[in-house]
Each structure stands twice: as structure tokens, then as C-alpha cells.
């Protein structure tokens, strides 16, 4: 069995009953917080989807797109940038889980 890179199995992530292209973001997240008091932006170390990125300025950048909503970002996040709001009632939708 071979391996997969993480943008490999990233590309794997499907949305049920919704296209890629038309998910409605469950998560807002506030850069502009990230870039201007956070002291550590550890949401570009802890996020295993790689959706935030950090660029040769040091400015943070999220993408939605390959979020796993695993979670991680809203509890690593201390500086109240990250806010998860799943839309009432979006029954039917989110990430599709294939092992677990």
C-alpha cells in the first residue's frame, strides 16, 4: 500500500451533500488578530490540514477548503481569532469520515 502525502490524502476529503467548491465555512477566522497581537500563531504549527500558513513576513493566511474540522485550531487558539459557528440546522453536512 503506498503512502499518500498529506495534500494527496487532503484531495481525498470529501463534503457530504455539498461540492468543494460550495461549502459554507463552519469556521471564521480573524488574521488580522493573528498578525497583530498573537505572540505565537500556533495554529500553523497544530493544524494537521495545513490551512493556516504562515508567509516570508511572518502574516498568518487561512484556507477553508481542506479543513478535517478536527478541532484543533479552536482549542489552540488563546487570542480569540478562531471561531467555530456551524449554520442552524446544516443537518447532513461536513466532512465526510472515512476511518474513523
Same mark, same amino acid.
Given at each position: 500500500?503506498?503512502?499518500? %502525502?498529506?495534500? #494527496?490524502?487532503?484531495?481525498?476529503?470529501?463534503?457530504?451533500?455539498?461540492?468543494?467548491?460550495?461549502?459554507?465555512?463552519?469556521?471564521?477566522?480573524?488574521?488580522?488578530?493573528?498578525?497583530?497581537?498573537?505572540? /505565537?500563531?500556533? %495554529? %500553523?504549527?497544530?493544524?494537521?490540514?495545513?490551512?493556516?500558513?504562515?508567509? #516570508?513576513?511572518?502574516?498568518? /493566511?487561512?484556507?477553508? !477548503?481542506?479543513?478535517? !474540522?478536527?478541532? %484543533?485550531?479552536? @482549542?489552540?487558539?488563546?487570542?480569540?481569532?478562531?471561531?467555530?459557528? @456551524?449554520?442552524?440546522? #446544516?443537518?447532513?453536512?461536513?466532512?465526510?469520515?472515512?476511518?474513523?
Amino acid at each position: 500500500m503506498k503512502l499518500l %502525502t498529506l495534500s #494527496e490524502r487532503l484531495g481525498l476529503v470529501s463534503y457530504r451533500n455539498q461540492a468543494k467548491s460550495d461549502i459554507k465555512p463552519h469556521i471564521r477566522v480573524d488574521t488580522d488578530i493573528c498578525n497583530s497581537v498573537c505572540p /505565537h500563531k500556533c %495554529t %500553523t504549527y497544530v493544524c494537521p490540514a495545513n490551512c493556516y500558513t504562515m508567509d #516570508e513576513d511572518g502574516k498568518v /493566511h487561512f484556507q477553508v !477548503e481542506d479543513c478535517i !474540522e478536527c478541532g %484543533t485550531c479552536m @482549542y489552540a487558539c488563546d487570542q480569540g481569532a478562531v471561531d467555530w459557528n @456551524y449554520p442552524d440546522p #446544516e443537518i447532513g453536512r461536513g466532512v465526510t469520515w472515512n476511518f474513523g
